[in-house]
């Protein structure tokens, strides 16, 4: 997975939905430079490509406070 700005971020754990929907919403990102995982929304996927990976829309995501499932109880993995 990259930023906008091509540079590498980390790696998608999982997707999950929230409530009785069946789309993804959320992408669960093992991000390298934290040491953690953080969900993001998955509209912020700008593209996907099988040489390139995911590539996100911003540049940083460090203010995302680090995942905790009990945290989220309506988020269910897809």
């Known amino acids: 997975m990259r930023t906008a ?5 980390g790696e ?3 997707v999950y939905a929230s409530g ?6 959320f992408l669960l990102v093992y991000w390298s ?17 099988d040489d390139g990976g995911v590539e996100l829309r911003c540049v940083s995501y460090d203010e995302l406070p ?13």
């Open 5 to 9: 700005d091509g540079k590498h971020a």
């Open 12 to 14: 998608i754990r999982a």
């Open 20 to 25: 009785q929907a069946r789309g993804a919403e």
């Open 33 to 49: 430079a934290r040491g953690e995982e953080a969900l993001i929304a998955a509209d912020e996927v700008l593209s996907i490509a």
């Open 66 to 78: 680090a995942f905790e499932p009990s945290a989220n109880p309506v988020l269910h993995k897809l």
